[in-house]
């Protein structure tokens, strides 16, 4: 019998219509466009304006498009899994509440945290209900309000982070496409170099934790760089060399959208051409575990059955893995 992999099968994805560019952040902070675009990459950012919306509003309106697009009614879906550090609230899952706004009432649902290796991870836990040949259409959606945790004072985090939601369907195969392969890594060090420290058990909302700034994003830009350019690239060449792919076979490398320079030199060490690698860091920022599928998306058209995609990314943990995955369709849609 051939081995059940899992494959996607459609990509949905939705981005606020605000965007705020880097000449009005300037007005903000202490900045330009010119040390933006020269250290990080980043041109402009989508903002969930909505008030009292959070990140399911972004997730449902993804999930309604990947529903539409893959012809899906939403009695069909058996688990919703959803990557995001901002959820609608700490409990219960923001996966729960996508489901139910988008009417999705015979699936089972929970959300990881991930930082911005969530695709990465809650794709690899995907892929393994749909290999277990019991969950045959599972959705993985990807919802960021990172809006909702910056610091719009701080000009060492303001410029890096947007919004928005994706999710992907996947669907068991016996062909020879889907999940090949992948590698997940985690370092708990790392919660000293990136992390929010306070919303949780440790330090509850007070009025401390407010005066303080302690329920923003926290950053040190520079060790978090340094392991990130390293352990990126790391994974990306062990997944290439574990399944004797050289540059010539890949068709696409598909990174996280951190920094333009964490990029860059992933390909390099991987030795692909310019022309291989997705980006489009400039429009949208760091939206946290959306970033590759943001890319899938917008890449779908372009994209064709077969192709051999490495998938990397590294976040909040530390967390990083890489993924080999042969693309399922050609798009029509
Ligand atoms: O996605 C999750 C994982 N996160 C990452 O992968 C992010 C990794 N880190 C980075 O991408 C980079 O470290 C940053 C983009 C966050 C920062 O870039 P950097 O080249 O490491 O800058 P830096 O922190 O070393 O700062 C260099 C200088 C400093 O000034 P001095 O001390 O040299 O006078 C900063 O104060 O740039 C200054 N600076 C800015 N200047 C203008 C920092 N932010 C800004 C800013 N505009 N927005």
Known sequence: MSKIRATITGVGAYVPDYILDNHELGKMVDTTDEWIMTRVG???????????EGASFMGERAVKQLLEKTNTSPDEIDLVLCSTVTPDMLFPSTASVIADKVGIKKAFHFDINAGCSGFIYTLITASKFVESGQYKKVIVVSAEKMSAVVDYTDRTTCPLFGDAA???????????????????R????????LHMKAGGSCYPSSHETIDKKMHYVYQEGQPVFKHAVSKMADVSVEIMERNNLTANDIAWLVPHQANNRIIEATAKRMELAPEKVMVNIQMYGNTTSATIPLCLWEWENQLEKGDNLILSAFGAGFTWGSIFLKWGYNSDK
């Open 42 to 52: 980043i041109k402009e950012r989508h903002i969930l304006k909505e008030k009292g």
């Open 186 to 193: 985690s370092d708990g060090m790392g919660r000293h170099y």
């Open 166 to 184: 994706t999710a992907v369907m996947l669907e068991p195969t016996s062909e020879n496409i889907g999940l090949m392969d992948y590698i997940a």
